[in-house]
């Protein structure tokens, strides 16, 4: 009977905390994982001495679960996410992410002492998408710019889209998914993507930019 009572109180507290995680706000979850992120990258390390597989836990363990892909894969091919296939739109969002998970590995491994400080929140609490702003303060030169863009869905806040110096992510890869597309049709642009991953995947994490 004791044992019964434990494991409901234990599951009580587990929904209870699940619950408490959905209903996070949208600047209090980038926060959270900001800085999570940052002070893990700077006590690790094999972090700072460029080990890929480290770098890329970390990244698919903090990070991923809070970045709706899809979208941020159906945003940067426009028009054409509806002309490709369901297994075209998966291999596309999968190759798409590990460009991203790259991408943001390079530039973790290279996080020694900097800070992240927040802008105030500019949102109804009735509002389904927001935009939460930041700047990384550097040792030398200005603070980068880095804003995320989040919806809200029936799992909680998620990131579809990341604004580093005044430039969204999605616009960014927009016109080069567009060009490839025009090129070489959807498959090509997998292709190329799956090629890119392939030459980031054997080069050093600090090269992967």
């Known amino acids: 009977m004791k044992l019964i009572k434990q494991l409901l109180a234990a599951a009580t507290m587990a929904f209870a905390a699940a619950g408490a995680m959905a209903a996070e706000a949208p600047d209090a979850l980038i926060k959270r994982i ?15 001495a460029g080990n890929q597989k480290r770098v890329m836990d ?7 679960p809070h970045v709706d892909f899809q979208r941020m894969t159906a945003l940067a091919a426009g028009r054409f996410w509806r002309q490709a296939t369901p297994e075209q739109q998966q291999q596309l969002s ?11 590995s390079g530039a973790l491994s290279q996080i020694k002492n900097e800070t992240v400080e927040f802008k105030p929140l500019r949102a109804d609490p009735a509002d389904q998408e927001v935009e939460v ?17 989040l919806s809200k869905s029936g799992g909680g806040w998620k990131i579809f889209d990341i604004n580093v110096l005044g430039a969204w ?6 016109g080069t ?19 890119r991953n392939k030459k980031l995947a054997s080069k050093p994490v600090k090269a992967a930019k």
């Not at 999968?94 to 943001?104: A, G, S």
């Not at 930041?134 to 603070?143: D, I, K, L, M, Y």
């Not at 025009?182 to 190329?192: E, H, P, R, V, Y």
């Open 133 to 149: 702003r930041s700047q990384v303060n550097v040792t030398r030169g200005e603070p980068i710019q880095l804003n995320y863009r």
């Open 177 to 195: 998914f567009a060009a490839e597309i025009n090129k070489s049709g959807i498959d090509g642009l997998i292709k190329a993507l799956a090629e």
């Open 58 to 64: 970390l990244v698919e363990s903090k990070i991923l």
């Open 34 to 48: 900001s800085t999570d992120v940052i002070e893990s990258a700077k006590a690790d390390k094999e972090i700072q």
């Open 169 to 174: 992510l999605v616009e960014t890869y927009k």
């Open 94 to 104: 999968n190759e798409f992410k590990t460009l991203l998970i790259f991408t943001y």
